[in-house]
C-alpha cells in the first residue's frame, strides 16, 4: 500500500478554501431552509425612528405653538411636491430648472388650513449650512423660493426657541399672503337622497 503526503505548502492553500467552501454551502443551506419555512433573507430596508432630528423636533413644538390655526405645518417636504415647472419649457430649460428642485426638501411648510396653499416655508440652519456643497443647495432653493413667491425664513438651529419672537416673525408673513378664494360647499349633496326622518333615531351610524 503506498501512502501519499501532500506538500505542506499546498495544504496550507487548500485549508482556507475548503473553508470558504464548507461556510458558502451553509448560507447557501440556511437561505434555502429559511424560504422554505416562509422568511426571507435580510431585509434591504428599515423603519426610521423618526422623520425628524431631536432639533426639528424641539423646533416643531415651539412652532405649532406660535402659529396656532393660523396654518397647518408640514415637516420634510420634497421641494418638487411645493415648486412646479412652468409649461412649455424646452427640453434643456426643463432640465436645468428640474435641476434646482430635484432631491431637494424643506424642512416645514406652513400651508393655508383649508386649502392647503403653501403660505410659507422655514429652513433651519445648523452647522452644516456651512459647508460648501449645502450653501449650493440652500442658494437654489432661495432662488426657486423667490421666483414663485414663497416666503423662505432661515432660522439658525439653537436649544430654544421663544414661542413670541416666532410668533411675531411668521405671523405678519402667513396674514399677508394673498387669501385664497374656496367655493362654498352645499351640504344639500353631501348626503344621500334619502328621507332621514324615516330612519330610526336609535340606530347606530
Not at 48 to 72: C, H, M, N, P, Y
Not at 154 to 160: D, E, F, M, N, P
Amino acid at each position: 500500500m503506498f501512502e501519499t503526503t501532500l506538500p505542506s505548502g499546498l495544504l496550507t492553500l487548500l485549508i482556507p478554501l475548503v473553508l470558504v467552501a464548507a461556510l458558502a454551502g451553509l448560507a447557501r443551506l440556511a437561505t434555502i431552509l429559511l424560504r422554505s419555512s416562509g422568511g426571507s433573507p435580510l431585509p434591504a430596508y428599515r423603519l426610521t425612528d423618526s422623520l425628524l432630528s431631536k432639533a426639528e423636533q424641539s423646533f416643531f413644538r415651539v412652532l405649532t405653538q406660535a402659529i396656532g390655526g393660523a396654518a397647518l405645518v408640514f415637516a420634510q417636504v420634497r421641494l418638487e411636491d411645493v415648486i412646479k415647472l412652468q409649461r412649455g419649457l424646452t427640453p434643456k430649460a426643463r432640465g436645468q430648472a428640474r435641476g434646482r428642485i430635484q432631491q431637494k426638501h424643506l424642512d416645514f411648510v406652513l400651508c393655508h388650513p383649508i386649502t392647503f396653499r403653501p403660505l410659507g416655508a422655514i429652513e433651519l440652519d445648523d452647522k452644516s449650512h456651512k459647508r460648501d456643497r449645502q450653501k449650493k443647495r440652500d442658494h437654489d432653493k432661495n432662488f426657486v423660493a423667490e421666483a414663485v413667491g414663497l416666503p423662505l425664513i432661515r432660522i439658525r438651529a439653537q436649544r430654544a426657541y421663544s414661542v413670541q419672537d416666532l410668533r411675531d416673525q411668521l405671523l405678519p408673513i402667513i396674514n399677508a399672503r394673498e387669501p385664497v378664494e374656496t367655493e362654498p360647499v352645499d351640504d344639500t349633496q353631501a348626503l344621500p337622497a334619502t328621507n332621514l326622518s324615516s330612519q330610526n333615531p336609535h340606530k347606530s351610524l
